[in-house]
C-alpha cells in the first residue's frame, strides 16, 4: 500500500480588523434656521431631545387646564352664580362682584388669561407639532403668560376705558351680560396679543412720560493734550469717541489738531467727541532712524566717524585744540618754517 500523501498546510488566518469606535452625535445641532412668525425673529433650530419633548406637553396640559377652568368660571359666572377654586375665595369674589366696575375688571383679566393660554397652543403647535423645535427653557414663558396676559388684559381695558370716560362724561358701564362678554373679548384679544400689547405700552410710556435729553455745548479743545481735552469733555458731561492721528509739525505733535463735533455745537449729554491727534514727522530727507547728531556722517568698521571719504574725522579735544593755539598763534604749520 502506498503513503497518503501530507495534508496541505493551513492558510494563516487573517489579521482581525478592529471595530472603528461609535461617533456619538452631539445634541445640540442647529439643522436650520426657524423664524418666530409672531416676533418675526430668526433663531437656529436644534433638535428635540426628550426633556424638550416632555416640557412641550407640559405646556400644553397647562394651558388647557387654564382655559377649561377659566371658560368654567365665566359661564358660572353668566348664570348668575359665583363659585371659585378654591372654595374660601367664592365669598370675598362675590362681595366684590356687587359692582359693576369690579365685575368688569374680572371679566377683562379673565379673558386676557384665557388668551395668553390660547397663545401658548398655538405657539405648541407651531414649535412643537410641526417644527420640532421645541425647547424646555419655554415652559417658563408658558407658566407665566396666563397671569400676564390677564394683568395686561387690565391695564389696557383701563386706559381704554379712560379714554371714553372723558368722550361720555364719565357715565358708569351698564351692569348687562353684553358689556360682561364685551370686557372679556377686549381682554381676550389683549392677553392673546400680549407681544403687541408691550410694544403698544412702550409707546404710550414713551409719550406720556417723555424726559428731555439735556443738551450741552462742545467745548473748543484745539490745542489741548489728549489727557486735558478727556478732563475737559468729562466735566461738560461728555466722553472722548474715536481718536485719529495726522502728521503734523513737532510745534502741534502731541496736540489736539481738529474735533468732530465743532466747538460750539448743541449735542445730548454723555454723547462722544471724535479727537484727532497730531503726530510729528521726520523733515525731508532726514532719516528718523539715525541720531540728529550723527547726520552727514558716517561710520567705519570700529565706530569712528568718517566724512564719507573714508577718512577719520577726529578733532583735537579741548585742551589740545588751545595748546596749539597758544604754541602757534599764527595757526601756521611749524615744521615748513625756514629760520632767518
Not at 66 to 74: D, K, S
Not at 202 to 215: E, G, P
Not at 271 to 283: E, F, H, I, Q, W
Amino acid at each position: 500500500m502506498s503513503a497518503a500523501p501530507p495534508a496541505a498546510p493551513a492558510a494563516p488566518a487573517a489579521p482581525a480588523v478592529p471595530a472603528a469606535p461609535a461617533v456619538t452625535p452631539p445634541l445640540l445641532t442647529p439643522t436650520d434656521e426657524i423664524t418666530d412668525h409672531q416676533t418675526g425673529r430668526t433663531f437656529k433650530k436644534l433638535n428635540e431631545r426628550w426633556y424638550d419633548v416632555a416640557s412641550a406637553w407640559l405646556s400644553a396640559a397647562y394651558s388647557l387646564a387654564v382655559i377649561g377652568y377659566l371658560t368654567f368660571m365665566v359661564l358660572y359666572m353668566l348664570s348668575g352664580g359665583y363659585a371659585f377654586w378654591p372654595e374660601a375665595m367664592t365669598n370675598k369674589i362675590a362681595n366684590l362682584l356687587t359692582s359693576p366696575v369690579s365685575k368688569l375688571i374680572l371679566y377683562t383679566a379673565i379673558g386676557g388669561a384665557m388668551g395668553a393660554a390660547v397663545n401658548n397652543l398655538r405657539s405648541f403647535i407651531s414649535w412643537h407639532a410641526e417644527e420640532k423645535a421645541f425647547g424646555w427653557r419655554f415652559i417658563w414663558k408658558y407658566l407665566a403668560m396666563p397671569p400676564l396676559g390677564g394683568t395686561l388684559a387690565v391695564l389696557v381695558y383701563g386706559i381704554l376705558q379712560g379714554g371714553m370716560a372723558v368722550i361720555n362724561g364719565g357715565a358708569t358701564p351698564e351692569n348687562n351680560q353684553l358689556t360682561s362678554l364685551s370686557a372679556w373679548a377686549a381682554g381676550t384679544l389683549a392677553g392673546y396679543g400680549a407681544h403687541k400689547v408691550f410694544i403698544w405700552l412702550d409707546d404710550k410710556v414713551n409719550s406720556l412720560f417723555k424726559i428731555d435729553q439735556k443738551r450741552v455745548a462742545v467745548p473748543d479743545l484745539t490745542g489741548k493734550t489728549q489727557d486735558e481735552a478727556k478732563q475737559i469733555l468729562s466735566s461738560a458731561q461728555l466722553a472722548v469717541g474715536t481718536v485719529s492721528t495726522e502728521a503734523v509739525s513737532a510745534e502741534q505733535a502731541g496736540k489736539i489738531i481738529s474735533q468732530t463735533p465743532n466747538a460750539g455745537t448743541q449735542i445730548d449729554c454723555n454723547s462722544k467727541v471724535d479727537l484727532t491727534v497730531g503726530v510729528a514727522t521726520p523733515a525731508a530727507g532726514e532719516d528718523p532712524t539715525i541720531a540728529p547728531e550723527l547726520t552727514g556722517t558716517t561710520q567705519n568698521g570700529n565706530g569712528t566717524p568718517t566724512n564719507g571719504t573714508g577718512q577719520t574725522t577726529d578733532q583735537p579735544t579741548g585742551e589740545e585744540a588751545e595748546t596749539a593755539a597758544v604754541g602757534n598763534p599764527t595757526g601756521t604749520d611749524t615744521d615748513n618754517e625756514v629760520s632767518g
